[in-house]
């Protein structure tokens, strides 16, 4: 399907949270998350198996540079020189990286059109000192609940998606049914098109950030009827790249975020949480996956864990 600027504007106003949760609302899709909803997820932890879905903070990591580069780590103090009372040493270390270095939220500052942020906030407060609305500690009590992974592409046989493989709701519905799944009101939904999976075979930076399969737009209607919090993925933006409209960049980010004020997460990896979903036919776990409380910050590094 190709849309056009129009239509994602239109998309946006049919689908708005814009004051669902008040006019100074800054968080969003979030908000679906409810103590109730938390209590409940926590029936889903059966055994106590514990996957981490982040990806190693090291040099080895998808960010080619420009941008966005990896984590670079320094050591400050390594305990070799120290001369201390009863022979105590001690290390320290440092790291430089962009906030969106690898496994990573979006927040609802991130992006933004026609100058306003999710909810109407201001785009111009946005600064050099960061957001002043929708910053990522808005979200600092973290994001935590029933985690649903969509295993698009195990469902389809296959390794992974090709670069600029749109998936569409018409597949997600097939991928829910195929899994005996439900998704629902503030639930965590995880992508998998085996993009990370492709990562590990081929080890090429270039090649992974040059394109990608992801959520067509028309996606952001799917994920908007069943009133999903947060939406995540194993490629580095959610949504299919190239993008369906050659005229406009990231418009499911804009839609998602701007309109319906969902957080995303990207570069996850799922593969050791995929094989135990498939092994056993659950594909519903506990979530838990704080950010970190960077003020202001329009994202922010994580490592989520689903626990099963």
């Not at 962009?98 to 306003?116: E, T």
């Not at 201001?122 to 957001?131: I, L, S, W």
């Amino acid at each position: 399907m190709t849309t056009s600027i129009s239509d994602m504007r239109e998309l946006g106003r049919r689908l708005s949270n814009w004051g669902r949760w008040g006019a100074g609302d800054e968080r969003g899709t979030t908000n679906l998350i409810t103590p109730e909803r938390v209590a409940a997820a926590a029936a889903l932890i059966r055994t106590g198996t514990i996957f981490e879905l982040g990806i190693p903070l090291d040099g080895d990591g998808p960010q080619p540079g420009g941008n966005r580069i990896n984590p670079i780590r320094l050591m400050a103090e390594n305990g070799q020189e120290q001369v201390l009372p009863g022979g105590f040493k001690w290390a320290d270390d440092y790291v430089f990286m962009p906030l969106q270095a690898g496994s990573q939220y979006d927040s609802l500052s991130h992006v933004h059109y026609d100058d306003q942020l999710y909810n109407g906030h201001p785009g111009t407060g946005v600064t050099v000192k960061g957001a002043d609305k929708c910053g990522i500690h808005t979200q600092a009590k973290g994001i935590a609940g029933r985690g649903v992974l969509l295993d698009v592409a195990r469902t389809r046989g296959v390794e992974w998606l090709e670069a600029g493989t749109a998936i569409t709701p018409d597949e997600l519905d097939a991928v829910v049914a195929a899994q005996d799944v439900e998704v629902g009101p503030g639930d965590i939904v995880l992508i998998r098109t085996g993009w990370r999976a492709k990562f590990l075979a081929d080890h090429d930076p270039a090649g992974f950030m040059a394109g990608e399969p992801g959520l067509s737009l028309s996606c952001a209607t799917w994920l908007r009827e069943r009133d999903v919090a947060v939406v995540g993925s194993d490629n580095w933006a959610v949504e299919v790249m190239p993008g369906e409209n050659p005229g406009a960049l990231f418009e499911l980010h804009m839609v998602l975020i701007r309109d319906m004020g969902m957080t995303l997460a990207e570069l996850l990896d799922f593969e050791e949480l995929s094989a135990a979903c498939a092994a056993d036919g659950l594909y519903d776990f506990f979530y838990a996956g704080p950010p970190l409380q960077f003020t202001r910050g329009v994202g922010s590094p994580i490592n989520p864990l689903a626990i099963r």
